[in-house]
């Protein structure tokens, strides 16, 4: 059982998808293993990991990548997403944008 219920996750969903489309790519690239990703959007959650689908060479590619630690709380999400994206961003030499916090 997860913490989350699909209303959270569901909200968490689309405002990565619609708000951060660029930081989805780049936390696949960085932190999933799929450097070559031109595109990905998140497509769910549990309390462990943030679930993505990235488009690698015109092919959906499924990427699940862990929290540093389970989850108990939703305040908690926004913080993982934000240290996804500034880790991310030093594994590929970007730099993040300065409201990344």
Known sequence: MTTFGPDVVAAVTRHMNDDHADDCRLICQGLGGQPRATGARMSGMDDEAMEF???VDGAPV???IP???????RRQIRAEAAWMYREACEKLGVTPRPDAS
């Open 67 to 73: 929290f540093r630690t389970r989850l108990t709380e």
């Open 53 to 55: 689908v990235a488009t």
């Open 62 to 64: 499924p990427v699940r």
